[in-house]
């Protein structure tokens, strides 16, 4: 072999080695996990070798979660909104933008909710049908969106957003919008009628005919039958205070709405952290301990929706809000306290890694949250619930921020939060009362900002919650408990009312 010959082959053995090892389909082949395998990877990475078991919902369980108030309060100091690390006050507006904020915002993303990555891809929407809709007596527009991610960076994995728009057809100007979580569907398709429906079913006989010959002596029979009918008028199904579904009320008062489906984002799942947007940014790799969990993706994909929100000029940009219950009433409530493009959230029976304290011995704990739902929260979340570690055990007295903080994070924003009642289904296990605290003692950081918190005798620990079907409405942080259950629906005519006054606007169809 000539000296030219052994260089080149050098050369190329040189090149397809470090082909293999650079490879991106090589080294970034999807993982597929259990949700318990996920959760143990992360326990493995942060040296944890034991969590403590969270608490059984059923009352008659031996393990059943607390309810007696005497034991709720194990660590009674909750971090101060209105205190800097250092332990200097914050006492101007200035303070908090400037200084408190960041610092608040930095601690959540690394400790409790996770880091939303600089490389998340873009995304380009897209308007895939529009349709003419009646809700109720108001004419509207809705219009099936997508939001697809893009993926080229690792193609295996496939991100499509889907939100559903809908605004009043007659609006005399741009109208707020209130974003939900949920199902993103045509809320009432319209439907042929009349000579339309004629054609449609004429064209069925012939199909109908051409598959069976016999059945034409079938409809000669029955001349005045019909393969399809017209879908007949049915009263909706009402909330519980005998209102209207909220998206009557809504288009009624001349708003919009949009239904974002946050599993269109991020499954619900442990199983699927390695998919979803988690999944694309990491190439179908495991989290990280400061990895963003499901709540900051869903949260993360509302914002994305508000970014095509502010391209429709049928929409008043400046006043869109996010909605969500349960789950969602967390997801929403992230969503109002990152993006500061969000004027109101009305957050719905949100409970712990939402409203209520995480400090709080009462119902759902902490130990919820770092074992079966762990993939809502950061990786670094599950130290809090650790019996045994590498780092040696801590508790959620250890977390650098509470709840109050997370509201805090919302002002002077329009901020309501709402609950139902145990008795109609909306469990003890929320603790609305920590949401109630919580709540309160946010209320100073509006004051500093200007804006007007809840109208209370006391601080957090003293403060009485009102029965329910006693607004405190009055400012722009606002807490409402309703006598319904486990849904924000009886509290939506509240929020429109309150919303509407806030922010000046009237129906103008």
Known sequence: MTVFKLKFALIYLVSTVCAFVISPAAAQTPVTFTSDQDHQNMMDQLGIKALRPGPSGDEKAPNHANYDESRANPYPNVPDPLTMNDGQKVTTPAMWWDKRRPELIEMFSKYVYGRVPNNVPKVKWTVNTVDHEMIGFTPVIAKDVEGIVDNSSSPDISVHMHMMLVLPARAKGPVPVLMMFGRA???????????????????????????????KQVFEQHPAWQPIKATPFQFPQLNEDGGLPNPWQLVAAGWGFALFDPASVQADDGAGITRGIIGLVNKGQPRKPEDWGALRAWAWGAARGLDYLETDSAVDAKHVGIEGVSRYGKAALVTMAFDQRFAMVLVGSSGKGGATLLRRNFGEAVESLTGGEYYWMAGNFMKYGASEGTFGSMTPGDIPVDSNEL?????????????????????????????????VDASRVFTLLGAKGLAVEGDYRTAQMPPANTGLLDGQLAWRQHDGGHTDAPNMKYFIEWADKKIGHTATQ
Not at 196 to 206: F, G, P, Y
Not at 407 to 435: M, Q, V
């Open 185 to 215: 569907a045509f809320p009432y398709p319209n439907e042929p009628a009349g000579g339309d429906l004629d054609k449609i079913n004429k064209a069925w006989e012939s199909v109908l005919i051409q598959q069976d010959p016999s059945l």
């Open 407 to 439: 509201i805090a994070l919302c002002a002077p924003r329009l901020t309501f939060i709402s609950y139902g009642i145990p008795a109609k289904g909306d469990a003890n296990w929320l603790d609305h009362k920590g949401s109630f605290m919580a709540t």
